[in-house]
C-alpha cells in the first residue's frame, strides 16, 4: 500500500534552517508530482510546495525563495529545504501523492519556529 513518511522537523529560531524529508512506498514515485502541504493550528492546510515528474517546481507565494523543493528518484524521497524561517512557518507539514484521483497524505511532521 501507499506509505509516506515524514521526517526532519523540529524546533528552530527564527532565521534559522531545517530540511524535511518524506519517503514514498508502494508508488511509482519517479512517475508521480509530489507535494509539499502544511497547516497550523486552527487552520486549514495549503500547498506549500510541488514537484512534477519532470522536476518542475512551484511554490506558494508566502515561500517563494526561501523554500526549495527537491526529489531523489533513485531513494524514493521528496525534501523540501526551508530557510530564512518565520515564525509564521509554525505547523504541521505533510507529504502528498494524488493517485488514480486519490489522495495519499503522510502523518505529518511538526515544524516551530520561535521567535
Known amino acids: 500500500q501507499v506509505q509516506l513518511v515524514e521526517s526532519g522537523g523540529g524546533l528552530v529560531q527564527a532565521g534559522g534552517s531545517l530540511r524535511l524529508s518524506c519517503a514514498a512506498s508502494?508508488?511509482?514515485?519517479?512517475?508521480?508530482?509530489m507535494a509539499w502541504y502544511r497547516q497550523a493550528p486552527g487552520k486549514q492546510r495549503w500547498l506549500v510546495a510541488a514537484i512534477s515528474a519532470g522536476g518542475s517546481t512551484n511554490y506558494a507565494d508566502s515561500v517563494r525563495g526561501r523554500f526549495t523543493i527537491s526529489r531523489d528518484n533513485a531513494k524514493n524521497t521528496v525534501s523540501l529545504q526551508m530557510n530564512t524561517l518565520k515564525p509564521e512557518d509554525t505547523a504541521v507539514y505533510y507529504c502528498k501523492v494524488r493517485l488514480g484521483g486519490m489522495d495519499y497524505w503522510g502523518k505529518g511532521t511538526l515544524v516551530t519556529v520561535s521567535s
Open positions: 508502494g508508488i511509482i514515485f519517479s512517475t508521480n508530482a
